[in-house]
């Protein structure tokens, strides 16, 4: 069979390069846990009518059919999922006598959408969510929390810049009530074109679309301008001069958001309320967010996600949620491919254990043994051949030590010293595998 | 929507059997890792070619379609993979410029069947694969290697007994060459059906099938017969007194690997040699093995694996591999249904943290926030409700520990000591949920 060839859209990475994502779900997983999520993973393929939304499928969806169906039989009606929300919903409804409520969990797993590939965009990517479910009811303070929950977890990782950037639903609704727009669904939708098109041609869109007058317009455009880093948001829209108790509402919670994930300090992650973030999602009802990389702006948002009062039903109890997403892939994938991030070596060995002749690998075993038992990742020589080689085995996987019978050599320095396997550990920062972050490359 | 209703042959764990599998994946990656080898991920396709074997598809695969897919556009010519080791070799031949050989990788991802589910087997199901794969050669000591490091992975796991059973396709192809059968392969095949017939049914097919005489048919069942927990099944072999080459290299590679394994005291694996094993697959060239779990004889093996001369190949240079592979869907799903191996709680928290009323919210959500700086993983009260209420949100959890100010309470024991949670820490058996074994359970 000839040389395969890649798969567009269906991106590998080579074993350092998973270094990264290895170590990057770690760190999620490990942030999320501190905070009291519980992971869970649901199977890949769900019914095709939990994939539709108001009965309409309008996501790139990859349908299933057995290869060795039978006359007639046809698709199997399942799908890949498109994100990890809709298999949570249907989790959270499905499995609801066995959870307690509130209920937190992460889910970190690859989605599938069969669109059209580019940067930033795959068929099969991976992503990290984080949700806290209710029963009936799941009191506000939860939005802040999630979101904190996220900002920690991001902020841990070794990224560029991040923006964290707020806004909320109930602000906007509230406020087009105030102002008198007879179509708030449209509005909503036409306003979050604001990254795609111009300001005057989305006003003219909400006077034709949305039954907008021109100063009604105006004014949408108005709060859509409005970005801090802090609550001064709240005056900014009271002096737009818009009263509605659904704005009152929205400005508190907004303003509590952004205090909340805002007010510790932090390494690389910032906060602001964007008074323009949509989300052109339907079920958002009151926290909205998106979050940005800085110098990578072209693949838009790599997170987001809000508050939904009903993100799951069976008709007699509702479930509302808040969670937010993060796209792994969408994130790491360019960054890899731009050199920013890579893996300090494609193998977990701290060690080669070398071997003086096959005879002897009984020898070599017994040490790398005794090292194991210590917690130090090791492997011993594939072959006894010359020491030099030896050497250039481990040089090549950037294996940073070579243990010979009683000694160990640092094949960075040279430095070659007695050592008992049984007691020796290497610099923390040897131990394992580790991301590099390259802040000389050009990102741009 | 209604309740959805589960999917046959997709199992989904609920939180706290997510801890097992978890747990389980955690530890042989780490024993993985210990041995250095590299974790890699495959893109869940493949083109339909590369899962065909000599050009036909035997296995039960889910091709994928483009919902959207225009008029014609039909399949996408993509399935999901059915196992790990297709897309390993495909992995192998695509990246070998940038992998260093002999390349050492271990992989943990589901695989797809579209067959009937039944116990221990799923149409999705998470496999754990370790390999070696040389690129030209592979000298046979990796044999011994890869299956001892399946055996550390395994017995470091809290699972009934487990029992390595090898042969070595060359000694029973020697050992039939040597008894002047006219053909091998059939041979091989009908003998493998062993576990399902009757001895006499399968004599009586291998004169059938295989052109056996009724003698030589006696003879390979006495093979077939040997079954010893240490290498002396070298002699019982010779005593049946056949002469061959190839018989000669394979009882020695045999005795090596049951050497090589069983040589330690393990916790609950043992090892034998088994000369019936043959493996159905026709690319096993040397070692094979089968993996079974004491009690659970009727799930067959729960893993297996072997020598191959060539795990790939584009023409030019061939890539000889030995692996295991470790179904953790198969062994963990039955083992979590009978209830043998369960998670200690549902959820990482160790500690939740009480809330007095709504305003002091913050203040918990300060307690948590140290004792998350101190590693200790935690969650503040959803409610302000009454404290017996909150203890009770922490009975239901299974969360050990309720934080009330400035004290501490074990809601088990019920004792409450004065703590800080700076530098507060729980016992270590109680920081991470962990995998509770009832061996008082009924397995049958």
Known sequence: MPKPTPLSGFPELLPAARVVEREVIASLSRTFELHGFANIETRVVEPLDRLAKGGEIDKEIYVLRRLQAGEGEGDSGL????????????????????????????????????????????????????????????PFHHDVEVMRVMVDALDALPLPALSFQFNNRKLIQGFYRGLGLPDLTTAIRTIDKLDKLPADEVAALLVRDAGATPEQARRCL???????????????????????????????????????????????????????????????????????????????????????????????????????????????????????????????????????????????????????????????????????????????????????GAEVKDIRSGAQVAADPATWQPPAEDLRPAIITNTEENHQ
């Open 222 to 404: 108005e709060l859509a301008t409005i970005r801090v880093p802090d609550t001064t948001f709240v005056d900014a829209v009271r002096d737009l001069g818009v009263e509605d108790e659904l704005l009152d509402e929205g400005l508190a919670e907004l303003a509590a958001v952004v205090e909340g994930c805002g007010a510790e300090e932090r390494r690389h992650v910032t906060v602001e309320a964007n008074l323009r973030i949509a989300r052109g999602l339907d079920y958002y009802t009151g926290t909205v967010v998106e979050i940005f990389m800085a110098g990578y702006e072209r693949l838009k948002s790599v997170g987001g996600g809000g508050r939904y009062d009903a993100l799951a039903s069976d008709g007699r109890t509702t479930y509302p949620g808040v969670g937010v997403s993060f796209g792994v892939s969408r994130s790491l994938i360019p960054l890899i491919s731009d050199g920013v991030l890579s893996g300090s070596r494609p193998v977990p060995s701290v060690v080669l254990v070398a071997v003086t002749d096959e005879d002897s690998r009984g020898d070599a075993d017994a040490i790398a043994t005794a090292l194991r038992a210590g917690g130090v990742p090791c492997e011993v020589s594939p072959s006894a051949a010359k020491f030099g080689k030896q050497i250039r085995y481990a040089e090549r996987r950037g294996i940073p030590y070579v243990w010979f």
């Open 79 to 138: 799908g890949l999922h498109f994100d990890l929300t809709v298999p949570f919903a249907r989790y959270v409804l499905e499995h609801a006598g066995h959870l307690e409520f509130p209920f937190r969990r992460f889910q970190i797993q690859p989605a599938w959408r069969g669109e059209r590939p580019q940067e930033g965009r795959y068929r099969q990517f991976t992503q990290a969510d984080v949700d806290i479910v209710g029963r009936d009811e799941l």
